[in-house]
């Protein structure tokens, strides 16, 4: 059987008592991180054996955790913060496990992209989440011009040290847009920004960017 298993954003008080007892029952955790899981482990005495399961090792490790599943054996898919399967590796086990027709179930709960939706004050009742923007900023900008005709709530993740390129390709592509930048969600220096794209550039140019960061773009409400 495997467990997908949501694990908290930031504050550790957000895991489910489901989720906890899923990750003291089961023979084997795969962790993006076995580093960052194992403070929520010990935090919570959890004791089970973590394996590393991350972007560079995820077609080699696939195969030794599918061989495990084949077995009987009960494993929890966990990510550094969040829903596993979102813009990280978990899909592909995820993928190899309905193939094999390997039973499994999912354990809800945080997840960045949700939280950062309902903080925005933008519609939530269609949104469209593209995961991370391209590196460059030419691909970048051409993909955020994809969504120029867009009416649903765009959803980004992007990390600290590109959020003020990225928010610099917005201003040049849909510079009359509203954006919302939430940062650290959940934790204690938690922040949510709401303007134009230049505005926020301005506010983020006063400091260094640091933790975890979710882009939401929306067509002028007004």
Not at 20 to 43: F, G, N, P, Q, Y
Not at 86 to 109: F, H, N
Not at 127 to 156: D, M, N, Y
Request: overall charge neutral.
């Amino acid at each position: 059987m495997l467990y997908i298993v949501s694990t908290p954003i930031g504050n550790l008080q957000d895991i489910t008592l489901r989720a906890l007892d899923v990750l003291k029952s089961v023979d084997l955790i795969a962790a993006e991180d076995t580093r960052h899981t194992k403070i929520l482990l010990t935090h919570f005495q959890i004791s089970a054996p973590l394996t590393s399961y991350f972007e560079h090792n995820e077609a080699k490790k696939s195969e030794y955790l599918l061989g495990l599943l084949l077995e009987g054996k009960r494993i929890a898919l966990v990510t550094d913060a969040g829903t596993p399967g979102i813009s990280d590796p978990g899909y592909r086990l995820i993928s190899l496990a309905k193939e094999k027709q390997i039973p499994m179930t999912v354990v809800p709960g945080a997840c960045a992209l949700i939280a950062a939706l309902t903080l925005s004050a933008l519609p939530t009742d269609s949104f469209v989440f593209a995961g991370f923007l391209p590196v460059k900023s030419a691909g970048r900008q051409k993909k955020i011009l994809e969504f120029s005709q867009e009416k649903r709530t765009v959803i980004f993740y992007e990390s600290p040290h590109r959020i003020l390129k990225t928010l610099e390709d917005i201003n040049e592509v849909l510079n009359d847009w509203d954006v919302v930048v939430a940062r650290e969600i959940t934790k204690k220096f938690e922040e949510v920004r709401r303007g134009k794209a230049l505005e926020l550039i301005e506010h983020f140019s006063k400091m260094t960017p640091k933790g975890e960061f979710v882009l939401l773009l929306h067509p002028p409400l007004k």
